[in-house]
């Protein structure tokens, strides 16, 4: 089964730091654009942060710029997102994303709970 599996998310103190790590599951994120997005209690799925397929271009939301930081490794075939300085905020069910744009395949991970809280 095609999917993209998470891990990393957790309870941590305002200040401190997390890593994410979404891998495939039968396939390769070769050629794929990847994203994470999280959605908050209440409120609607934003995105958090994004690498271009090809050209290794990364956008981040303003909320999180200098804080986050999304990254690929190819040899693992594996999308991790960085985040530090967290802050309640950034409370929230965090959800990875691979897309091609050859061929518009779309698949989102199972989603993974940050609480950030003292």
């Known amino acids: 089964q095609l999917q993209l599996v998470e891990s990393g998310g957790g309870l941590v103190q305002p200040g401190g730091s997390l890593r994410l790590s979404c891998t495939p599951s039968?396939?390769?994120?070769?050629?794929?654009?990847i994203a994470w997005f999280r959605q908050a209690p209440g409120k609607e799925r934003e995105g958090v942060s994004a690498i271009s397929a090809f050209s290794g271009t990364t956008k981040y939301a303003d909320s999180v710029k200098g804080r986050f930081t999304i990254s690929r490794d190819y040899a693992k075939n594996t999308m991790y997102l960085q985040m530090n300085s967290l802050k309640p905020d950034d409370t929230a069910i965090y959800y990875c994303?691979?897309?091609?744009?050859?061929?518009?395949?779309?698949?989102w991970g199972q989603g993974t709970q940050v609480t950030v809280s003292s």
């Open positions: 994303n691979a897309y091609s744009p050859g061929f518009g395949y779309d698949f």
């Open positions: 039968g396939f390769s994120l070769d050629h794929y654009a």
